[in-house]
């Protein structure tokens, strides 16, 4: 099993970011998908999640109306493009499978993850 | 989303045993069977080690086991050695459909 995220970077203030997560090793469309992401020297934090069919998406307060999760299951892709970035927003983010199709209930993460850096 | 509540810092010596609690409430931890807790070593990724409060995922040592009475949900480690010292996060889903983690807690071997 391998998730490997990509696109992150340095952004300004109200910019935008797509991160990429690419998967391989596993049945793609049978997991569920998440981002959660860790600023540094604290806690993880649940960013967003999606079924397996990408019918239905979940989001954390603090990005709801900011940031959509999608994915492409023909690539086995998912995607989370992040809109009106704030300086909070920074840090590691990480893309995990989940253990089910319907929700990411626990996390598996199999990547290094992607740095996203909010700053003027 | 409110977070879940774990101590900040547990020690024990190698070959003893510790606990490890995260405390929610009836909207998370309590009504559901969803908890997982994770290990995260400084400077890389979280590592799966319960789901479903008492699941081990095959490649994770039987030391870790999970348990959850009531709102609150503990991990304890058995035979600790030292590469045990680490980061201990929990999750439990929610009421509102999102999935809450803890503070996290530091472990450290003495």
């Known amino acids: 099993v391998q998730l490997v995220e990509s696109g992150g970077g340095l952004v300004r203030p109200g910019g935008s970011l797509r991160l990429s997560c690419a998967g391989s090793?596993?049945?793609?469309?049978?997991?569920?998908m998440a981002w959660v992401r860790q600023a540094p020297g604290k806690r993880l934090e649940w960013v967003a999640d999606?079924?397996?069919?990408?019918?239905?998406?979940y989001y954390a307060g603090s990005v709801k109306g900011r940031f959509t999760i999608s994915r492409d299951n023909s690539i086995n892709t998912v995607y989370l493009q992040m809109n009106s970035l704030r300086a909070e927003d920074t840090g590691f983010y990480y893309c995990?499978?989940?253990?089910?199709?319907?929700?990411?209930?626990?996390?598996?993460?199999r990547g290094k993850g992607t740095t996203v850096t909010v700053s003027s | 989303q409110s977070a879940l509540t774990q101590p900040a810092s547990v020690s024990g010596s190698p070959g003893q045993s510790i606990t490890i609690s995260c405390t929610g409430t009836?909207?998370?931890?309590?009504?559901?069977?969803?908890v997982s807790w994770y290990q995260q070593h400084p400077g890389e990724a979280p590592k799966l080690i319960i789901f479903d409060v008492s699941d081990r995922p095959s490649e994770v040592s039987n030391r870790f086991v999970g348990s959850k009475s009531g709102n609150t949900a503990s991990l304890t480690i058995s035979g600790l050695l030292a590469e045990d010292e680490a980061d201990y996060y929990c999750?439990?889903?929610?009421?509102?459909?999102?999935?809450?983690f803890g503070g996290g807690t530091k472990l450290t071997v003495l």
């Open positions: 090793g596993f049945t793609f469309s049978n997991c569920a």
């Open positions: 009836s909207t998370d931890i309590g009504l559901y069977n969803y």
């Open positions: 999606i079924n397996g069919s990408g019918g239905t998406t």
């Open positions: 999750s439990s889903f929610t009421t509102t459909n999102t999935l809450a």
């Open positions: 995990a499978k989940g253990l089910s199709p319907y929700f990411s209930y626990s996390i598996d993460v």
